[in-house]
Every structure is written in C-alpha cells, then in structure tokens.
C-alpha cells in the first residue's frame, strides 16, 4: 500500500512541473531570445535545474494531498476500503502507511527548504536580473526609496532615495525618542557609506536637539557618523532572507539583534515557514484520508474539487498570515503557524468523526 502511494504522489508531482515549466517557458520566452549569446544548455542549467528545484519543493504538500485523496478514492471506489473495515482494522492503523510516506516527503522536504532551496534561489535570481528582468525592475533593486528602519526602541532613519551599487542616497533623517517625545533629529541633503570603517559620510547636514525650556540647533557641511545599519539592510528584505541557508539567516539575524535592529519579522517569518509548510504535510493527509475515506456519489472528482478547494484556502490563509506577520511588534512565529493550527483543528475533527 505505501510503494503504491508514494508511486500515486510522485506521478502527481511530474504532472505539476512540467505545467510549471510549460507556463513559464510562455511568459519568459521573449527574454530569452534577446540575448542572442544565452545557448540551450545554459537556461537548463542556471535557470531550469534551479526552478525545478523550487516548484518541486513547494509541491510536495500540495501533491502530496491531491496524491492522498486520488489514492484513498480509489481505494474506496474499488470496495478495498470495505473489505479492509469488515476485517476490523482500525480508522488509525489505516492511516499507518500514509503516515510513513508523510514523513518521508515532510523530511526531504525540511532538508531542502533549510539548506537546498535558499542556495537554488541565489542562482536562479542572479540569472533573472542578468537575463530576465528589464531595466525598470532591475533599477527597483538597485535603488530603495522611501525606506524607514527602527534601529532601537527609541531611533528611526528615512531614506528618500538610496543607491546599493555606490552606496549613497539622499533625504536622510535620523530620529531619537524618549518615549513619544522627539528628542533629537538629524537631517541631511546626501548620505554616502563608507566600506572600509563602516562609517556614513553626511553633507549638509543640521541637527535639532529638543530640551525640556530650548531647542539647540547645529549644521555643517559635511559629518564622518556611525549607525547600527549598513546598506544591505536597506535591501527588501524576503528577497535577501530567501536566498539565506538557515544557518546564515539564524547567523544574520542574531548579528542584527545584536547591533540593535528591531524589526526582524520579515526574516524570522522566512525562517519559521520553512518548517511549518513542510509539517502541514500530516495536516493535509489526514483532511484527505478522512475527506475520501468514504465512498461519495460523484467519485473522485467530488473529492478532489473539495480537496483543492481547501488547499486553496490554505494557502491563502498563509499568504495572509506571512505579510501580517512581517509587521513589527508581532509574534511572527504565532502568525506562521497560524494556517497549521486552524487546519489541525479542522483535521482533529474529521480524524475523530472517520474513527466512528
């Protein structure tokens, strides 16, 4: 039983990425032929390895469940499911064999969101800036605009315009708060960082520092300054977390603990999903073994439109839960669990209305 349900979902999982390529290959076709010097060979190997490895693993607990509920249908279609009733096997020893195969997936599955994955998306993004992306997109990258950072509980920087190629910008203010009071704020024209004493030079520069009876104002041309950032804060931040081995998103974010940055979410929500998608594969399994456990009018394709439908609902339960749990203040981990504790809640339920 478990050979021919791992069998079930690996010929769902080569059903979905070939239509992913398929789709791909339409939408991207156009930029490939621009580039007269890119050959056959080096779109498989720095773009096509790279997105299989991807779609792939975000599959799998979606092919994975549709697998569960093509391969339970079946089972109760063909009266194997009754026969397996009359000879007393319990609700739970059934769900033995999907379990293992779960477990199987979910443990490839961590392996490559942590390790695999993040170092795959490095190589298929430098190959989309270089070869894919128009100007435009590529200038969206290079220049941030309209930044804020919290760099401790009481200071705030805003960056109007700022360049990662050179590394400098312009608009730049700094903010220091004694609780809702503003206490001090430094405003420059130009802001350029300095790579060898990680230090920021400012020009035209004024200083406003606010006491309990005055105000003390003071400017100047130019000011050697440090700040707890460095430009690749600046840069959007799921794009740099997803292409971090865990290792070095655990790393990077303790460093930026350290040096005082605050608002971490984004990272930590990176971190967190690649744990908790895997582990909603023994969610989904027991939704679809208890879905198809029993034999419907209308067959398989009843079950599967019920299956996908919430499938769907649980993807964009996370989609939801990922950006609210970007915002600052949050408990990011609580945020991305959120869709595994509604769904396990859904699947206690069906688990114990199946034993009866």
Same mark, same amino acid.
């Given at each position: 039983m478990l050979k021919r349900f791992l069998v079930t979902f690996l010929f769902t999982l080569l059903i979905?990425?070939?239509?992913? !390529?398929?789709?791909?290959?339409?939408e991207k076709i156009d930029n490939f032929l621009e580039h007269p010097d890119l050959g056959f060979y080096q779109v498989l190997d720095e773009y096509y390895k790279n997105f299989i490895i991807y779609y792939a693993n975000t599959f799998m607990p979606l092919a994975l469940f549709i697998a569960v509920i093509l391969f339970t249908s079946k089972l109760s279609n063909n009266t194997e499911i009754i026969a397996i009733n009359n000879a007393k096997i319990s609700f739970t020893r059934f769900l033995y064999p999907y379990f293992i195969g779960a477990s199987l997936i979910t443990i490839i599955s961590l392996g490559m969101n942590h390790f695999v994955v993040p170092n795959s998306s490095k190589e298929r993004k430098k190959f989309e800036k270089e070869y894919i992306k128009n100007r435009r997109q590529k200038n969206e990258l290079k220049f941030v605009r309209e930044f804020s950072l919290q760099l401790t509980d009481s200071t705030y920087i805003f !960056?109007?315009?700022?360049?990662?190629?050179?590394?400098?910008?312009y608009d730049f203010t700094s903010e220091v708060y004694d609780g809702i009071k503003l206490k001090s704020k430094l405003v420059s024209n130009r802001i350029r960082y300095n790579d060898e004493d990680s230090t920021f030079n400012l020009s035209n520069w004024k200083m406003r520092k606010i006491y309990n009876t005055r105000d003390e104002i003071s400017s100047g041309t130019k000011i050697d300054t440090v700040f707890n950032f460095t430009p690749k804060d600046l840069i959007y931040k799921s794009a740099l977390s997803q292409e971090m081995p865990s290792g070095e998103l655990m790393k990077f974010i303790d460093i930026s603990k350290k040096r005082g940055v605050k608002n971490l979410n984004a990272y930590l929500v990176e971190f967190y999903k690649r744990t908790s998608l895997p582990i909603a594969s023994f969610i989904l399994t027991i939704i679809a073994v208890a879905l198809a456990f029993r034999k419907r009018r209308g067959g398989t394709g009843v079950n599967l439109a019920i299956g996908i439908g919430i499938m769907f609902l649980y993807v964009f339960l996370m989609k939801i839960a990922e950006v609210l749990g970007g915002v600052a203040g949050v408990n990011a981990l609580l945020y991305v669990w959120m869709p595994n504790i509604i769904f396990g809640c859904l699947a206690i339920y069906l688990y114990l209305n199946a034993r009866k």
């Open positions: 979905l990425i070939p239509i992913a !390529i398929a789709i791909d290959i339409s !960056i109007r315009n700022f360049n990662t190629e050179s590394n400098s910008g």
